[in-house]
């Protein structure tokens, strides 16, 4: 059986998981401003994995993930992927997106548009005949809210979850408003945009992943499915098919 090391390096968070097989084991999580050589080392324990695949969108740590396992292979345009990229410039595009893509076709669908919930919010969009046909990328709701804080005088930071009613009586109680609703309805519109242009009617899968899918799948009652390992399974079909290459 093939044993596989995943990372995704993500913004905030850095998560990995061993697959060995069909058998996926239990899911490291860490902060990723505190990643270092040592507790990425100790993901090689018991033994070494016989190939380590991983996405990074912090260039510093990517440099890290190599220095522990020099023969990693990093995730890109280049990767085989499964899938065509109907895009511009495609070594531009995120390792992570492409990862959800991937993600995508590892669960069968070719026509769909994943959506990850981290603190930017990325939607992609991939098309049965095009393959990856771009999307879009909006601050999360945290982003939001701290950026509010960091840009004025006197607003407080606050918790980026809408409250029960749209109407603020204090001013913390307008921000959560403005912050929460305001990501809700953003996602609702752009979600509503994409569909119409990317598949026009056409029959397609959405699918959201991320540390906020499951608040923003309850807001935005359309998601087909809510995917948590959908980005690690992005990397476990590249590596299945870097696996299987002479």
């Given at each position: 059986m093939r044993d596989f090391l995943l990372i995704d390096v993500s913004n905030t968070f850095t998560k990995a998981v061993r697959v060995n097989g069909r058998k996926w084991g239990r899911l490291w999580k860490a902060p990723t401003a505190s990643l270092d050589a040592d507790s990425l080392a100790s993901l090689a324990r018991p033994h070494s994995?016989?190939?380590?695949?991983?996405?990074?969108?912090?260039?510093?740590?990517?440099?890290?993930?190599?220095?522990?396992?020099?023969?990693?292979?990093?995730?890109?345009?280049?990767?085989?992927?499964?899938?065509?990229?109907?895009?511009?410039?495609?070594?531009?595009?995120?390792?992570?997106?492409?990862?959800?893509?991937?993600?995508?076709?590892?669960?069968?669908?070719?026509?769909?548009?994943?959506?990850?919930?981290?603190?930017a919010i990325t939607f992609d969009a991939l098309h049965p005949k095009r393959g990856f046909v771009g999307g879009v990328i909006a601050p999360g709701s945290c982003l939001l809210a701290e950026a509010l804080h960091l840009k004025t005088a006197q607003l407080p930071l606050v918790d980026c979850r809408p409250p029960r009613h749209?109407?603020?009586?204090?001013?913390?109680?307008?921000?959560?408003?403005?912050?929460?609703?305001?990501?809700?309805?953003?996602?609702?519109?752009?979600?509503?945009?994409?569909?119409?242009?990317?598949?026009?009617?056409?029959?397609h899968t959405l699918i959201a992943t991320g540390g906020d899918a499951r608040f923003f799948a309850r807001q935005v009652a359309v998601f087909d499915r809510i995917d948590p390992r959908l980005t690690l399974r992005g990397l476990l079909h590249i590596a299945r098919q870097c696996g299987a290459l002479p």
């Open positions: 994995p016989e190939l380590v695949v991983f996405c990074c969108v912090v260039p510093a740590m990517a440099d890290v993930v190599r220095m522990v396992f020099p023969s990693a292979v990093s995730m890109d345009h280049l990767s085989p992927l499964g899938f065509p990229l109907d895009y511009p410039e495609p070594a531009s595009i995120g390792a992570d997106r492409l990862a959800n893509t991937a993600g995508c076709l590892a669960l069968g669908l070719r026509s769909a548009i994943a959506v990850d919930f981290g603190t749209a109407l603020g009586r204090s001013t913390r109680q307008a921000i959560a408003s403005g912050v929460g609703f305001g990501a809700v309805g953003m996602v609702r519109e752009i979600l509503d945009r994409l569909r119409r242009e990317v598949f026009n009617g056409e029959p």
